[in-house]
Every structure is written in structure tokens, then in C-alpha cells.
């Protein structure tokens, strides 16, 4: 699968900074160009808290950070 626009929805806005929620099939979001077609929407250090895996044996909760935005290539950690 791949990014799905309408997983994707704002929690909380303030300051510039976004707290996201997303919910996917997926069991890898970190992968290269997977939240490009978000990036005019995304911030360097919003948050996103994803449930991953959703269909497979062990779904999961995660907090991701946006640690870079570079000419619409949105780059996604695990965040620690």
C-alpha cells in the first residue's frame, strides 16, 4: 500500500507546529517519498501518531517526527 490522503487528519494545530494522526495498513511509513503528496501540509518536527499494520498480526501504535522537508520530499523518523 501507500500513503492514503484520507488516513491522514489533524489532531492539533498551534504555532506552526502539527500533531497528526494517520492511520494505514501499511507496516513501514518511513519509507522514502511515502508522505510527499503531504508535504505543502507538513512541518519539520510535527508530530504524527500512527496506527500501523492495521490489517496484519500486530498492529501498533507510534509517534513519528517530520525531520526534514526538502523540495517536496517529505523525510518520517520513529520518534524516541
Known amino acids: 500500500m501507500?500513503?492514503?490522503s484520507?488516513?491522514?487528519?489533524?489532531?492539533?494545530?498551534?504555532?506552526?507546529?502539527t500533531l497528526w494522526?494517520?492511520?494505514?495498513?501499511?507496516?513501514d511509513?518511513?519509507?522514502?517519498?511515502y508522505f510527499n503528496?503531504?508535504?505543502?501540509m507538513m512541518n519539520v518536527n510535527d508530530l504524527i501518531i500512527a496506527n500501523v499494520d492495521t490489517d496484519g498480526v500486530?498492529?501498533?501504535t507510534q509517534f513519528y517526527i517530520v525531520t526534514d522537508i526538502?523540495?517536496?520530499d517529505v523525510t518520517v523518523?520513529?520518534?524516541?
Open 2 to 4: 501507500s500513503y492514503e
Open 6 to 17: 484520507a488516513n491522514l487528519s489533524v489532531l492539533a494545530y498551534a504555532n506552526n507546529f
Open 21 to 27: 494522526h494517520y492511520r494505514t495498513e501499511d507496516d
Open 29 to 33: 511509513i518511513t519509507t522514502d517519498d
Open 37 to 40: 503528496t503531504a508535504s505543502r
Open 58 to 60: 500486530s498492529p501498533v
Open 70 to 72: 526538502t523540495d517536496g
Open 77 to 80: 523518523a520513529q520518534y524516541s
